[in-house]
């Protein structure tokens, strides 16, 4: 999938889900009455179904233009999917506290131009399997017809689960850290319904840790100096 493709899936199915459940709320004489009935409670838990897109952000090294084998290198997009756990405190009337531990389904790409090979191109796929720990802090609008906005921003741990058997797969050719940290930015919409919460939520989120391995005796590995993991996620929250 080419990755401007699939950020503009993401982001329409993100439009299409808010403005279906916008005219689900648009009902004469709406107000907030679902708001008000759960407004009073200071924590609560849900379930989170994610869809994303992900990539790496590649810088090269020194050593990429003095060799003569690589002609050039880039990251392919890939797609996603995770499930996680919501657990949101209440900090006052506007602010929440959310962790959402669980686990997520990736695939990235890695494309090398070999001149070696008759300009070959060589596809290094990564399908990962993390474990992850987002800590996120929501600001929230006032409601209106039970429905409001809201922006969320915070801090992920990842660890692939699956790393160790891919790394024996691709001893020769690129390693890839099992353990990432990233910094996370997004904006969604609360629906309060009668007995859940839907909360669609499009979010950024980049790597701030070298994941690349070094290894100097691998020319894949060594024309790259810092590789850096990026998503676009959309999320769906289920919560009560």
């Given at each position: 999938m080419h990755p401007i493709f699939g950020k503009k899936i993401i982001l329409l199915s993100f439009l299409c889900i808010l403005s279906l459940a916008a005219q689900a709320q648009k009902q004469p004489g709406k107000g907030n009455y679902n708001f008000m009935n759960k407004q009073g409670k200071p924590y609560y838990f849900g379930l989170t179904l994610a869809f994303?897109?992900?990539?790496?952000?590649?810088?090269?090294?020194?050593?990429?233009?003095?060799?003569?084998?690589?002609?050039?290198?880039?990251?392919?997009?890939?797609?996603?999917?995770?499930?996680?756990?919501?657990?949101?405190?209440?900090?006052?009337?506007?602010?929440?506290?959310?962790?959402?531990?669980?686990?997520?389904?990736?695939?990235?790409?890695?494309?090398?131009?070999?001149?070696?090979?008759?300009?070959?191109?060589?596809?290094?796929?990564?399908?990962?399997?993390?474990?992850?720990?987002?800590?996120?802090?929501?600001f929230k609008s006032e409601p209106y017809n039970d429905m409001r906005l809201y922006v969320v921003a915070g801090l992920k741990y990842s660890f692939d689960i699956a790393s160790k058997a891919r790394r024996e797969a691709q001893d020769r050719i690129l390693k890839i850290s099992p353990t990432d940290f990233s910094v996370e930015a997004g904006f969604g919409m609360q629906f309060f319904f009668p007995y859940f919460i839907l909360s669609p939520e499009l979010k950024f989120t980049q790597g701030i840790n070298n994941i690349l391995i070094f290894n100097e005796n691998i020319i894949e590995s060594s024309i790259l100096e810092n590789v850096l993991s990026r998503t676009i996620t959309l999320s769906f929250h289920f919560e009560g």
């Open positions: 994303h897109s992900s990539n790496y952000n590649i810088f090269r090294s020194k050593n990429f233009n003095t060799q003569e084998q690589i002609l050039s290198v880039e990251s392919v997009t890939g797609p996603g999917y995770s499930v996680n756990v919501v657990s949101n405190l209440k900090i006052g009337r506007y602010f929440d506290f959310r962790l959402l531990p669980g686990f997520s389904f990736t695939e990235r790409n890695i494309r090398y131009q070999d001149l070696s090979q008759q300009n070959l191109i060589n596809n290094i796929k990564v399908e990962s399997v993390f474990t992850e720990v987002p800590f996120h802090v929501r």
